[in-house]
Each structure stands twice: as structure tokens, then as C-alpha cells.
């Protein structure tokens, strides 16, 4: 077992959330789902990419906030475009590569080459690549690398 587990907590949707998110991310499964005392689901153990979370479904008390997102870091733009593609369906679309499924769960979906540019010991060059990412949704490669080169 992990050290440390995301645990989320939906009102009723953890066990269809659970399969929404295997769906979604390769090497991923539902390890089992914990009955409730009317036989629905209460608890969802499942691993996305081999990281485990636990779904609970404790009722509308509590709500999900960007103060906690999920980072997802992308080799490139098809996965980007993917990953928010099949997230955002039913969700919010953020700023800065920042998504809300339809659950109201945080993502970050963001390129590797986000890193390798923002990470260039030339500030300028990592200034434009900030702020091209400051105004976009959905992070696009081809813009990051433009601003980087003094394209945009």
C-alpha cells in the first residue's frame, strides 16, 4: 500500500467517477468497490497510472476547490489534447492549462515542454513563455515555442 492516498470525497458519484477516470488514463484500473449499508457504493478503491485513490460517497456536505488539483504531465501535444479533451467533457475549462471535470475535480494538464522552456537560464526567453501561458486554456506547445523563440 502507498504512503499516502488521494481520498475524495463525491456526494454519490465515486464509483461512477472512478470508471470515468479509468476510462481515461492507460494503466488503470477499479480495485474494488466497498458496499454501503443499501448495497450502493460507498467506498471505490482504483489506481490511475499506478498512483491508488480511494472514492467515498459521503453525501453533499463537502465540495471539491482548486485549492487541490490533479497534475498530469503530458509527453506531448496529441496527449495534451486528449487528457483535455475527455476531462473537460461536462466540466469548466481554467486558465493556464487548469481544467474542472464534471465532478468538480481540479486538473493541471500540462506539456513537459512547459518545464524544459520556462527552465531556460535566459529570463527573457522564459518571460514570454510565462506570459503566453498566462493567456491561454489549454496549453499549446506550438505557442509556448513560439514565445519562447520571440515569434509571438
Not at 471539491?64 to 475549462?93: H, P
Request: glycine share 10%; hydrophobic share 40%.
Amino acid at each position: 500500500m502507498q504512503k499516502i492516498t488521494p481520498y475524495l470525497w463525491f456526494d454519490t458519484q465515486a464509483e461512477e467517477a472512478a470508471a470515468h477516470y479509468t476510462s481515461i488514463f492507460k494503466n488503470s484500473r477499479i480495485a474494488n468497490v466497498v458496499p454501503g449499508p443499501e448495497g450502493r457504493a460507498m467506498l471505490v478503491n482504483f489506481e490511475l497510472e499506478g498512483q491508488p485513490f480511494v472514492g467515498l460517497n459521503g453525501g453533499p456536505a463537502f465540495h471539491f476547490t482548486e485549492a487541490i488539483s490533479f497534475f498530469v504531465d503530458c509527453a506531448d501535444q496529441a496527449e495534451v489534447d486528449e487528457m483535455w479533451a475527455r476531462l473537460s467533457e461536462g466540466g469548466e475549462e481554467g486558465q493556464c492549462g487548469w481544467l474542472k471535470d464534471r465532478y468538480g475535480v481540479s486538473w493541471q494538464i500540462v506539456p513537459k515542454a512547459l518545464a524544459e522552456l520556462m527552465g531556460d537560464p535566459d529570463p527573457a526567453k522564459a518571460s514570454r513563455v510565462m506570459h503566453a501561458m498566462l493567456g491561454m486554456t489549454k496549453l499549446d506547445i506550438q505557442g509556448l515555442q513560439d514565445a519562447y523563440d520571440g515569434r509571438a
